[in-house]
């Protein structure tokens, strides 16, 4: 009896604590190929499947990294909006979905403001989050967005906008459908103080966020492979009752046919902005 309690039971008990220290996700399963990609390498690919080339989602964080120079940038203060303006309620209270998402992300809401230097250029840059409830945009995006502009103008710098979104914020009913003529006037006054307006398409850009601010850029860029669209495809199929072309409402599919002006993978697109902001900026 000793032999097991003061041996074997110490040797499987150590075996089981090994077994729970091992991190799970060392490995990170490609959505496209399905390939199992080292955890460590798909960061150093800024999260690139290095087998099918599928580029997924980042968080605004990453995202800001990314493009910034020497990932350093100033976030800046974004207006404060009613939580829950019109004390929606489904499955769940809307407030509830709104804390869950703060706690999830560690944002306050689906958008983030920051200015910094891309290629030595300054620049404000609006980066949305598709983990905080979609992407959607309700009143803090809408309000977000305009205050992006208004630093934009009063400072002269250009604006980048990066979008990732499913559309409206329902949940604040016509109040998120407002954003969009919010965020049009927005984008007129970087147009009417002659600033430049980029746009970067990010998987999945749709919904209310297309049909405003994400298609009126002076140029617009698109990730490979993003979705970009106002209904999703098979909403489009069933009510057309027509089988949609390969690839349609994707980056490449809408650069063909007008809709985008440059295709670019995540590792050239710090530098592609760069180019462009020399230019235009």
């Known amino acids: 009896m000793n032999w097991l309690t003061e041996f074997v039971r110490p040797k499987i008990q150590a075996l089981m604590e090994k077994s729970q220290d091992t991190p799970e996700d ?46 350093q940038y100033q976030m800046i203060p974004l207006p404060k909006v009613q939580d829950d303006p019109i004390k929606f309620k489904d499955s769940k209270r809307y407030a509830d979905r709104i804390k869950d998402s703060r706690a999830k992300t ?43 502009v208004e630093l934009a103008t009063d400072q002269k710098l250009p604006f980048i906008v990066v979008t990732a979104s499913g559309g409206a914020r329902m949940q604040e009913g016509i109040l998120s459908l407002m954003q969009m003529p919010t965020t049009v006037i927005g984008v007129e006054l970087m147009h009417n103080s002659r600033l430049p307006y980029i746009v970067v398409l990010t998987d999945p850009t749709m919904g209310g966020v297309s049909a405003s601010f994400a298609m009126l850029g002076d140029v617009a860029l698109a990730e ?3 979705l970009i669209g106002f209904a999703g495809p098979r909403v489009i199929e069933e009510t057309i009752k027509q089988k949609l072309p390969e690839g349609f409402q994707r980056a490449e599919f809408l650069k063909d046919h007008g809709m985008v002006d440059i295709v670019v993978s995540r590792k050239a697109l710090k530098d592609t902005l760069g180019r462009i902001l020399g230019v235009l900026a």
Request: glycine share 6%; hydrophobic share 45%; aromatic share 10%.
């Open 106 to 148: 560690k944002q306050h809401d689906a958008i983030s403001v920051a200015v910094g230097n891309i290629n030595e250029k300054n620049v404000v840059v609006a980066v949305m989050n598709f983990e905080f409830m979609g992407g959607s945009m309700g009143l803090f995006v809408g309000h977000a967005f305009y205050a992006a």
């Open 224 to 226: 490979s492979g993003a």
């Open 26 to 71: 060392l490995w990170v399963k490609c959505p496209k190929c399905e390939q199992m990609i080292f955890h460590r390498e798909l960061q150093e690919n800024l999260r690139v499947c290095p087998n099918c080339l599928y580029h997924m989602r980042l968080s605004s964080i990453e995202r800001l990294n990314l493009l910034f120079d020497n990932q």
